[in-house]
């Protein structure tokens, strides 16, 4: 990736979370924590969707990939963020620096636009369950997440090739604990009207595009809920949904508050905590909220041990 712009700032120094030294050995424990946690967890959850056939759906597929994005996460995150509570200066470089804000980029709008395609397909899965094998086929799957990922990585593109343009002069203190858009942003000697005109115009038309698919897929389902006169089928309905619902929440709730944050004055440290959330919490969680409460992949597991252990 070709990062020259004419800046004279060659690296960048990441603040990290906190600057306060007594939780620098805490706070670094508990990260490392977190970072073995989301490895193991989303690894073993890929290996048991690939090595189990009756978990070769639709959903499944949708889960692997989400998986697989917040492993990459992890990976482009975590490693330099634990640096920050063991180095007296974490330096990251220019290329560097806008290396990594490209993947973070591209890996949070992949992750928006495939919990999008999962909505959609519980939906069609619930509202539409007769003719759910052709609507959702392979075909229609591999062109979802596909679109996905071609998706985040022109936005991903866009908001690293706009921060390249900009021009940064002498300061080179990131408050944050990583190159995040609006933390560089403030760094600029030069105008980042555009930039900004730019990156709201992104963030928002994902969000807004999002959002509704997600809430008209849910107000559907809810709807078809509510004709439902087994109680069998409310309790299957819901339990099938609840896990996504959950994730969605989670994501968007911390993704909405830290652009929110971020976006407004002196508020850089709030947006750097919400920010802990969808890069480091969620995709810790997300393999137990896909695995504890869901029976095939407890069945799935059980095999898996079985043949292991033979």
Not at 137 to 152: A, K, R, T
Not at 191 to 200: A, F, H, I, K
Not at 220 to 231: F, P, Q, R
Not at 276 to 304: C, E, G, H, Q
């Amino acid at each position: 990736m070709a990062v020259e712009n004419g800046s004279s700032v060659t690296e960048f120094i990441l603040v990290g979370i906190t600057d306060q030294p007594q939780l620098q050995l805490p706070f670094f424990l508990l990260f490392l924590l977190n970072y073995m946690v989301t490895v193991v967890g989303n690894f073993c959850l890929i290996n048991l969707i690939c090595l189990n056939s009756h978990l070769h759906t639709p959903m499944y597929f949708f889960i692997l990939n989400l998986s697989f994005i917040d492993l990459c996460h992890a990976f482009i995150i975590t490693p330099k963020m634990l640096m920050s509570f063991v180095l007296e200066m974490n330096i990251i470089s220019f290329a560097e620096c806008m290396t990594q804000l490209f993947f973070f980029c591209f890996f949070v709008y992949a992750e928006c636009y495939v919990l999008t395609a999962m909505a959609y397909d519980r939906y069609v899965a619930i509202c539409k369950p007769l003719v759910y094998t052709v609507t959702m086929s392979p075909q229609v799957c591999v062109l979802l997440i596909s679109g996905s990922y071609m998706l985040g990585l022109v936005c991903a593109t866009i908001h690293t090739g706009d921060m390249v343009r900009l021009t940064f002069c002498d300061a080179n203190i990131i408050n944050h604990y990583m190159c995040d858009i609006f933390p560089l942003q403030q760094l600029s000697c030069s105008s980042t009207y555009v930039n900004e005109l730019v990156d709201s115009t992104l963030v928002n038309t994902t969000a807004i595009m999002s959002t509704l698919i997600i809430f008209i897929s849910y107000a559907l389902i809810l709807s078809n809920i509510l004709h439902m006169s087994s109680s069998q089928g409310w309790s299957k309905a819901f339990s099938t949904c609840s896990s996504h619902i959950m994730t969605v929440a989670i994501f968007y709730g911390s993704g909405m508050f830290t652009h929110l944050k971020t976006s407004s004055d002196g508020s850089l440290g709030q947006g750097r905590f919400f920010s802990v959330v969808y890069t480091n919490i969620v995709p810790m969680l997300n393999p137990f909220i896909y695995s504890l409460r869901n029976k095939d992949v407890k069945l799935a597991l059980k095999k898996t041990m079985k043949r292991t252990a033979n």
